[in-house]
């Protein structure tokens, strides 16, 4: 019987280490402050691995997310968010290190160039070569860094 017990218990604690999340890391650089938003660098990582590095204006302000999905707008929270507003560079690596590098203008993109691992330049059919990818489903209204839930005695304003 404590055998049966003791592989049970390994068999559970495997599973659940073989089951570990990835780790998602951002890094910020400010390059420049005004008034009412920053102008930044920031590098996002996927267990140490670079996924992606670009420069945005990041402009504070309040989302309400709702808590529960089938009743949208009946019980929202509030966070504190920035919003991003991509100016300059954004590269893009995938798995096999091939990278995609897209110019912005105040959050127009301007130009996108594809290259292999080797950083030769390819064509956009020859960097989705063999990756089926979905998406995005909807209309994206904007992207955003999430501070963390927002405090009672804060609640001033609300921007959605």
């Not at 996927?46 to 019980?75: G, M």
Request: aromatic share 16%.
């Amino acid at each position: 019987m404590k055998n049966i017990i003791t592989l049970l218990f390994l068999t559970l604690m495997m599973k659940s280490l073989a089951a570990q999340k990835p780790t998602w890391q951002t890094k910020f650089d400010t390059i420049e402050v005004f008034n009412d938003h920053i102008y930044a660098e920031y590098e996002t990582f996927k267990d140490s691995n670079l996924l992606e590095k670009t420069n945005a204006f990041l402009y504070p302000t309040i989302q309400q997310i709702p808590r529960f999905r089938k009743l949208p707008n009946l019980f929202l929270i509030e966070y504190d968010a920035d919003s991003i507003v991509f100016h300059g560079e954004k590269t893009t690596y995938l798995e096999d290190r091939s990278y995609k590098v897209e110019n912005y203008y105040r959050g127009t993109i301007i130009s996108t160039y594809y290259f292999s691992s080797d950083g030769n330049k390819i064509t956009e059919r020859a960097y989705m070569k063999d990756r089926f990818i979905i998406g995005p489903c909807g209309e994206i209204r904007g992207h955003y860094f999430y501070h963390g839930r927002r405090k009672n005695q804060n609640r001033t304003s609300k921007t959605n």
